[in-house]
């Protein structure tokens, strides 16, 4: 069975907007390791609307020398959303959700139980949220930054209580902490 697995920067005050904002004084060749390994463990990346959006502008003009481009614009995108994509798709990209959209979260699961390498997924903690409260989210990876940015999108605002159990924690050389989450059983 397929894992569906969430990747995040994050401040210690749960922080996950603008990570290019504070994100990259951290970035050393630990944090590029666990990067690299977490993209070659994906066969399929997973988008909320917005992040589509935003990449799917961004990283189709962005040369396969880079090595996040030469990933995301070959591997097999999935977008969930309630709002018909206007215009011509992304390369690789199938769409969950729109307004003829019999259920998501169903969809989904189905996608689960077929082979093939782990359903990554970053940047959206709304998707998460989604993700954690349809049973859906295996793991959730955090790389915690060693600082408080005091505003921005957080990961868990407003979404009540979410447990989770800690399935194994690293430090890296700059301090940051990657921590591995999944939920906690019911």
């Not at 994906?42 to 003009?61: I, P």
């Amino acid at each position: 069975m397929r894992k569906i697995v969430s990747n995040f920067f994050i401040t210690l005050d749960g922080v996950v907007e603008a990570p290019h904002e504070w994100h990259f004084p951290y970035f050393d060749d630990a944090m590029g390791q666990l990067v690299g390994d977490g993209m070659a463990s994906q066969t399929t990346f997973l988008l909320g609307r917005k992040l589509y959006d935003e990449w799917s502008r961004y990283w189709t003009t962005e040369g396969a020398d880079d090595p996040f481009s030469g990933h995301i614009n070959t591997i097999d995108k999935i977008v969930l959303t309630h709002r018909p994509i206007e215009g011509e798709l992304w390369n690789n990209t199938s769409v969950l959700g729109g307004p003829d959209a019999a259920d998501p979260a169903a969809e989904l699961r189905a996608l689960k139980q077929q082979g093939g390498g782990d359903i990554g997924m970053s940047g959206c903690a709304t998707t998460v949220r989604w993700l954690l409260a349809n049973g859906l989210l295996d793991e959730l990876h955090l790389l915690v930054h060693p600082l408080a940015v005091g505003k921005g999108q957080r990961l868990f605002s407003d979404s009540g209580t979410v447990a989770l159990r800690l399935l194994s924690s690293n430090t890296l050389p700059s301090g940051v902490l990657h921590l591995i989450y999944a939920p906690a059983a019911e």
